[in-house]
């Protein structure tokens, strides 16, 4: 019988319920606080009992609600961007400029050379930048068979855009849904620390190229030793390079948009470092490029707002779910035991070598990934948590953030990830022979991520 989880709306109401519970039983407690740089500081050492505040079947009824309306600036920004983006693969720039890449691989031993790495860089700074996940499931249809055409496999065709743009999710440095949220609930300046994370980002792209080149000049020299290979085989009978045979170059139009997509990300850049942007400028930015990119695509108004309705719909579950973790940090504060928690989780993460206490931290929020990969709920869920706990076993803010990113390295592999499973259905990839092939690479990740904490923790990285 095949263990299947619930989805992330039955496991955060369970969570919801339990906190209730559990408010009836943990003893209430608080920390005191001191303002630094106008933010609150949990003071080590300084946890006091206090008064329990039971939590009843009206708390829990109201406490999602609640969650909407406290939440609201990050969800209203959340589908703001959604919809902005589906404007964006409205005008198919996007696939354009991946099929004009693939004709050139034809006529060029450079690009032939240069097509695993750039790719996935261009994928990885999807993830990093505007938090491509989902989005990049229909890429999968293009780069399989663009892989076979190139005597590579269906594993590869699949890597490419899907643990790309996962793994630049993960090590982001301008991620507005998890960089973005998790450093506005933890109190630290947006997008700050933005050169360390780069680094990460350069780190962690170099290593899924170096495993990608390696496996395709395997493949290249012995297809057969491919899992995939028997379906790559019946694949390859069927194979119809008509789309991109038929492709007649990238459109005036397609490029202008792929400029003024290029114009946002930098404008963003700029207001965040220079205007101290947060949230509400970055999400009307992000609208400006919307409509922006309709117009010079020659889009209709009604499609622009079709296209803009169906993205932010699609991340109305994403808001959901921002709104249910918001619930809990609201029962738990309301019933006085979120201090509480802390003061039980610090020996756990707590070290006497701060090294130690952030790879603590990174390995936690990996078991919580599993649970909810929700980049952006995750966020809402631990980070009210985990910031004043980094308080406590003295890291910085900015590296409890690091650890929560680099926990969802995970994401490519578990089974309760529906991007994850949506693209092996599209592709038609066993999970157990996709994750065997997966295991070396992920192994690689769980060594970098240790490694890049412990200088982020050595150095005091604030």
Not at 327 to 332: K, Q, Y
Not at 366 to 382: D, K, M, P
Not at 412 to 429: E, Q, W
Request: contains cysteine.
């Amino acid at each position: 019988m095949k263990l299947k989880l619930p989805n992330t709306f039955v496991l955060l109401l369970a969570l919801l319920a339990l906190i209730a519970l559990a408010t009836w039983v943990v003893p209430g407690g608080r920390f005191e606080t001191e303002l630094v740089n106008g933010k609150p500081v949990v003071v080590a050492g300084s946890f006091q009992p206090a008064a329990a505040r039971p939590q009843g079947l009206a708390a829990f009824l109201t406490a999602p609600i609640k969650g909407f309306v406290e939440a609201a600036l990050i969800i209203g920004f959340v589908l703001i961007v959604g919809g902005a983006f589906a404007v964006l693969q409205k005008t198919e720039a996007i696939d354009a400029m991946i099929k004009a890449v693939a004709r050139a691989h034809a006529r060029s031993a450079w690009v032939r050379a240069a097509v695993i790495p750039g790719f996935v860089t261009l994928f990885s700074l999807g993830g990093a930048t505007f938090g491509m996940a989902e989005e990049a499931i229909p890429f999968v249809l293009i780069f399989i068979p663009l892989a076979l055409a190139l005597r590579l496999d269906s594993l590869t065709g699949v890597a490419i855009p899907f643990v790309g743009s996962q793994v630049g999710f993960a090590t982001a440095f301008l991620n507005p849904f998890n960089v973005g949220v998790a450093q506005g609930i933890a109190g630290v300046p947006l997008f700050s620390g933005i050169g360390y994370r780069a680094i990460c980002w350069a780190i962690a792209t170099g290593l899924t190229i170096a495993f990608l080149m390696w496996w395709a000049a395997r493949i290249r020299r012995q297809p057969e030793l491919s899992p995939s290979f028997a379906l790559d085989e019946e694949r390859r009978r069927t194979l119809d390079l008509a789309s991109f045979e038929a492709f007649a170059g990238m459109t005036g139009r397609q490029r202008a948009v792929l400029w003024l997509f290029a114009a946002t990300l930098v404008g963003m850049i700029a207001g965040v470092v220079h205007w101290g942007w947060y949230i509400e400028e970055i999400a009307a930015l992000f609208l400006v490029m919307a409509v922006a990119v309709g117009l010079v695509a020659r889009l209709s108004a009604d499609d622009i707002v079709a296209a803009f309705l169906h993205g932010a719909r699609d991340l109305v579950g994403t808001a959901l779910v921002i709104a249910l973790a918001k619930a809990t940090v609201i029962l738990m504060r309301d019933g006085q035991i979120i201090d509480t928690l802390l003061h039980a989780l610090a020996p756990l993460v707590g070290s006497e070598n701060p090294v130690f206490a952030a790879q603590k931290m990174f390995l936690i929020q990996s078991v919580i990934n599993f649970f909810i990969h929700s980049g952006t709920g995750q966020a809402a869920l631990t980070m009210p948590l985990m910031a004043p706990l980094a308080d406590l076993v003295g890291l910085t803010r900015q590296t409890a953030v690091l650890a929560f990113q680099f926990g969802e390295l995970t994401t490519a592999v578990i089974p309760t990830s529906g991007i994850t499973v949506g693209v092996l259905a599209l592709s038609r990839l066993p999970y157990g022979t996709w994750v065997r092939w997966m295991l070396p690479l992920q192994a690689a990740y769980l060594v970098m991520a240790l490694a890049l904490l412990a200088v982020a923790a050595s150095m005091g990285w604030a």
